[in-house]
T-cell receptor, first 117, second 116 residues
Framework: AQSVTQLGSHVSVSEGALVLLRCNYS??????LFWYVQYPNQGLQLLLK??????LVKGINGFEAEFKKSETSFHLTKPSAHMSDAAEYFC???????????????FGTGTRLTIIP | EAGVTQSPTHLIKTRGQQATLRCSPI?????VYWYQQALGLGLQFLLW???????NRGNFPPRFSGRQFPNYSSELNVNALELEDSALYLC???????????????FGPGTRLTVL
């Protein structure tokens, strides 16, 4: 069974500072990993995804994440935080594409990012 | 290209009633997924439909059901509503799972269901 752990339900960083949101996963097969962002009262927007190609994945809005198999991690980073980055971020894992019938996404509990002016 | 759309945006019902939520996938997508985002419970997988068939189901009671129409749009029905069904219901779509390799789920804005 797959699972996702996001360390830190709330993270605050100053504008211009490094953003680091942590995600660890558990999967019985090589996973597909995703980061989604949710702005207040909106649905989920895909930030980036890892699908067994390059381990360093670049996404939208200057975010990137690195897949580290040895650490079972997929942490999200951004070098310089903007006020517009304030939102909730979800890490998700899927075994879909490898095992038909397992396409569902399993989400972490989310990390609320606050940007301090 | 239009994204995933959901209707209604908000829905208010009372206990014991039935709720129907609708989702239209991105053009060309045949798979539709439903998730529940309830306060304190996070995002949980509900149902997955592909080519008109239910392919997978999360750990929810049978009063949560749905269907997928020939045009790939989908409906989620919740019968005998309970207070704890109050949540944001998100629909996502993707290309056919057998299209080769992974495919990404794209989410709609959600329907907020309030049960009084």
């Amino acid at each position: 069974a797959q699972s996702v752990t996001q360390l830190g339900s709330h993270v605050s960083v100053s504008e211009g500072a490094l953003v680091l949101l942590r995600c660890n996963y558990s999967s019985s097969v090589p996973p597909y990993l995703f980061w989604y962002v949710q702005y207040p009262n909106q649905g989920l927007q895909l930030l980036l995804k890892y699908t067994s190609a390059a381990t360093l994945v670049k996404g939208i809005n200057g975010f990137e994440a690195e897949f580290k198999k040895s650490e079972t991690s997929f942490h999200l980073t951004k070098p310089s935080a903007h006020m517009s980055d304030a939102a909730e971020y979800f890490c998700a894992v899927s075994e879909g594409g490898l095992n038909f019938g397992n396409e569902k996404l399993t989400f972490g509990t989310g990390t609320r990012l606050t940007i301090i002016p | 290209e239009a994204g995933v759309t959901q209707s209604p945006t908000h829905l208010i019902k009372t206990r014991g009633q039935q709720a129907t939520l609708r989702c239209s996938p991105i053009s060309g997508h045949t798979s539709v997924y439903w998730y529940q985002q309830a306060l304190g419970l996070g995002l949980q997988f509900l149902l997955w439909y592909d080519e008109g068939e239910e392919r997978n189901r999360g750990n929810f009671p049978p009063r949560f059901s749905g269907r997928q129409f020939p045009n790939y749009s989908s409906e989620l029905n919740v019968n005998a509503l309970e207070l704890e069904d109050s949540a944001l219901y998100l629909c996502a779509s993707s290309r056919a799972p057998t299209s080769g390799g992974e495919d990404t789920q794209y989410f709609g804005p959600g329907t907020r269901l309030t049960v009084l």
